[in-house]
């Protein structure tokens, strides 16, 4: 790690060897026990988790966008994330993102806030893929498919999924955002229900004297702009919890 005074920002972060969570699905789901997808499940949670309790929201949660470590789960590419203070209806991303993992209300009005819910809506579909080892919606007409969210549908369950995985999903997805659970029951009910442990438990603990303050816990406010600036077509972050925050 370095310091410039480049025009061009470079951040170099863990390598993800199994590749995208769409592509891992496809070629590991049949070995996958129900042990190891609500892991996967709980992977992304705690990422999720952890991103809310800073009031940063995703934006562009999909499969394409949780990588593949050793058998972790990782979220990455913030290009479309936010502190949840600076969203207004304006705000460039509200209605960006893959149709598959947008909730209802962003086609249902342009002038709609994105918030913690539309996350939560997000790893709703992403906890049914990985339930399905498939895509959401592959069998759609791409140019229905917006006014088929719209109107309510939605994936079916798997056959042989736990009932409470799949009632947890379908809340999550629930087309009323005030319905949805927030991170933390999402959590604990993936957590406790499939006797789960966080994938960050064991990590060292931290020397308090050296901690630093909420403020500096954040991402810096301009990193959303380092796309425009940069030659390269995509800045992809990698959240292993502590690598952004923390280092």
Same mark, same amino acid.
């Given at each position: 790690? !370095? *310091? ?8 170099? #972060? ?16 049949? =070995? ?18 952890? *991103?809310? =309790? $800073? ?40 209605? @960006? ?8 209300? @962003?086609? $249902? ?13 997000? #790893? ?6 990985? %339930? %399905? ?6 069998? @759609?007409?791409? =140019? ?5 969210? $719209? ?16 009632? #947890?999903?379908?809340? @999550? ?5 005030? =319905? ?24 060292? !603990?931290?020397?308090? %004297? ?15 702009? #380092? !796309? %425009? ?19």
């Amino acid at each position: 790690f !370095n *310091l410039t005074d480049s025009e061009y920002y470079i951040l170099v #972060l863990e390598y993800a060897n199994e590749g995208n969570l769409r592509d891992y699905l496809k070629k590991n789901f049949t =070995s996958l026990k129900w042990n190891n997808k609500s892991q996967m499940a709980l992977d992304i949670t705690s990422g999720l988790k952890f *991103l809310h =309790s $800073k009031e940063i929201i995703h934006r562009d949660l999909h499969s394409k966008n949780i990588l593949v470590n050793n058998g972790k789960l990782l979220i990455a590419d913030f290009g479309l994330s936010k502190k949840l203070a600076d969203i207004t209806s304006n705000s460039m991303g509200n209605n @960006c993102g893959v149709i598959e993992y947008i909730e209802p209300q @962003c086609f $249902k009005s342009i002038k709609y806030k994105k918030d913690k819910k539309s996350d939560i809506y997000s #790893l709703g579909v992403l906890l049914w893929e990985i %339930s %399905s080892g498939r895509p959401p919606f592959s069998g @759609c007409e791409r =140019s229905l498919l917006k006014d088929h969210i $719209k109107d309510g549908n939605r994936e079916e369950p798997t056959e042989g999924t736990p009932l409470k995985y799949q009632r #947890l999903y379908q809340k @999550c997805w629930d087309g009323e955002p005030k =319905s949805r659970p927030d991170i933390e029951e999402v959590y604990e009910i993936l957590k406790t229900s499939f006797d789960l442990q966080s994938p960050y438990l064991n990590m060292p !603990n931290e020397d308090k %004297s050296s901690k630093t303050d909420d403020d500096d816990l954040t991402i810096p406010s301009n990193y959303q702009n #380092l !796309n %425009s600036r940069s030659k390269f077509n995509k800045l992809i972050v990698l959240i292993n919890i502590k690598i952004i925050f923390f280092y």
